[in-house]
């Protein structure tokens, strides 16, 4: 162990790739709070604390709440137990399994309840996938050279590294994902009994952490019928078969969730409910769009996306404030920089589809590498395929955290080939293939330190701007908020100062504001209730604070 060690630090490649894997460990750990949370976050930031959406709509609807009120919901609360995390996703998000918050229970109870240390949660787990994605590309290609690379290009993974910073279970379904295939190998190869039951753990903790886990497992199925299918392995009744041996093992992680699963079966119409906001229409150019947005933002991701839909039709903020002040210098200094981006984008795409196509006819050089495409493939289609045709939008950028496994499969892919390609014998090719690698990790070191500057992101730019909220109201005192009763109610007591009082509506016409109020604001940063017109109508003035911030100042 100790030679190999050495060896490996002799050898310049390993070294400038461990010195890649090191800065991805070290910016995943920096700027945890920098991000305002908001939006999917503040829902884990509900059910851990064992408390439901239901019962603070309830509590906070139509009525003025102090700070201090709002904090009791924020984390851990001695006044509630595990069990009451259970009921409470049981009851508000069936749809989702709840492995996650109860592990993000015992560590905020063990190390705190602040914004950094639940992000540090995930931060932690994700650390994992390097050592897991260095083992299934051995497993895969038993090459360290590639394994190493594909660890680097994980590391400098711009939209790994904002997944890797949420309050949410992302990071350990990236673990289980890779953990669970890696494992499969290692079972099919040595066909212990030790390995397989490991599997079969592996795809329980997979279920119990995010239900579409599902899809890793058909990915594993098709991989079992196609080695079925090419005489690799045969079904023969006996404890001792492989394929049998799959079998049980996929069996039991499967009934391992029986218990959630009757749970969803009990609040079915609150599930659907929760994921009706994937069933709507794209067009196909959208569709494909953002297909090619996601694939290629694993690599190197800008902040800011094109308008996929035809004007007038806007998805994102024209403003891109939410992006490191120097990035905004360069973007409005050099309006053609924008186009270069993209360009780079397609570029990247190219590179994609040109690895997922060599992938497929170099099989033959290793017996499981042929499995990878199938890690690829089948989750992907499951997404698309709907979407397709018009039924979801599983697929696209509204969804890409569903896509986690894909991407990181990818990235394994693009190693491969980007390895294989540095290795010829052509010294023209492998030339330009350690040009294309070099190109490839600097554009994920740069895009990489932007994400972790920045306050928001393309995906998740809502609420961005809500610390200038903040330092506006906090300028008052005993400010009183007027706002709709929404996620946005947790990102509050985070930010603003414990004098203030917030008033959440659900219904405008039960609006009633005392007459002892005096410094009010009114913030509706999504205009979905026309609370405006309401306070016109009661004798209110208004003026307009900042627009762009939803931000208006109420007077008698």
């Known amino acids: 162990m100790k030679s190999l060690v050495n060896n490996l630090l002799r050898n310049p490649y390993y070294i400038f790739l461990f010195l890649l894997l090191a800065f991805g460990i070290l910016i995943r750990c920096y700027n945890l709070d920098y991000k305002v949370i908001a939006g999917d976050e503040s829902h884990t930031i509900i059910y851990t604390s064992g408390m439901s959406r239901t019962a603070l709509e309830q509590d906070l609807s139509d009525r003025v709440t102090t700070m201090e009120h709002l904090r009791s919901y924020l984390f851990y609360s001695p006044h509630t137990s595990y069990v009451d995390t259970l009921k409470s996703l049981a009851q508000d998000e069936p749809q989702h399994t709840p492995l996650h918050y109860l592990l993000a229970r015992v560590w905020i109870k063990t190390f705190g309840s602040t914004i950094t240390i639940a992000r540090g949660l995930s931060v932690f787990i994700g650390l994992f996938t390097f050592p897991l994605v260095y083992w299934l590309c051995m497993e895969l290609f038993e090459s360290r050279k590639t394994a190493w690379l594909a660890v680097a290009l994980v590391a400098v993974s711009p939209l790994l590294l904002i997944f890797s910073q949420e309050t949410r279970m992302y990071s350990l379904w990236a673990v289980a994902f890779l953990l669970s295939s890696a494992l499969l190998l290692r079972a099919l190869k040595s066909n212990r009994l030790a390995w397989w039951t490991a599997y079969a753990v592996s795809l329980s903790i997979g279920l119990y952490t995010f239900m579409v886990f599902s899809f890793i497992i058909t990915a594993h199925f098709a991989y079992m019928i196609y080695r079925i299918i090419e005489g690799k392995n045969t079904i023969k009744f006996g404890s001792g078969n492989a394929v049998m041996r799959y079998a049980i093992s996929t069996a039991i992680g499967i009934i391992s969730l029986t218990p ?82 993209y360009v780079t984008k397609i570029l990247i795409s190219a590179l994609i589809l040109y690895s997922l196509y060599y992938l497929y006819v170099r099989r033959g050089m290793y017996e499981y590498s042929i499995f990878l495409i199938f890690l690829i493939l089948v989750p992907f289609a499951i997404l698309a395929i709907p979407d397709l045709l018009g039924n979801g939008v599983g697929s696209t950028i509204y969804s890409v955290r569903y896509s986690i496994p894909v991407l990181i499969g990818v990235l394994i892919a693009v190693a491969y080939t980007l390895k294989s390609h540095m290795d010829k014998r052509k010294s023209i090719i492998a030339c330009m293939f350690r040009f294309v690698t070099a190109i490839i990790l600097l554009l994920g070191i740069t895009t990489s330190i932007i994400a972790v500057n920045s306050e928001g992101w393309w995906y998740r730019h809502y609420l961005y701007n809500f610390r200038e909220v903040a330092a506006i109201i906090n300028q008052e005192d005993n400010a009183l908020v007027i706002t709709p009763l929404g996620g946005q109610v947790l990102t509050f007591p985070h930010y603003l100062n414990p004098g203030v009082r917030m008033y959440a509506v659900t219904d405008a016409a039960s609006l009633n504001i005392s007459e002892d109020e005096k410094n009010i604001y009114l913030y509706e940063p999504y205009h979905r209730m026309n609370l405006q017109h309401k306070l016109r109508t009661d004798g209110m003035r208004i003026e307009v604070v900042d627009e762009d911030l939803g931000l208006w100042r109420i007077y008698r």
């Open 260 to 341: 959630w699963l009757f749970t969803l079966y009990q609040n079915y119409d609150k599930a659907t409910t929760n994921l009706g906001w994937l069933d709507h229409k794209e067009s196909i150019g959208f569709i494909v769009k953002s297909w090619a947005l996601n694939f290629t933002s694993t690599f190197a991701d800008f902040g800011f996306v094109p308008n996929l839909k035809p004007p007038p039709v806007s998805m994102y903020p024209e403003s891109l404030h939410y992006l490191p002040s120097w990035f905004q210098f360069l973007l409005g200094s050099y309006p053609g920089l924008a186009s270069v981006l």
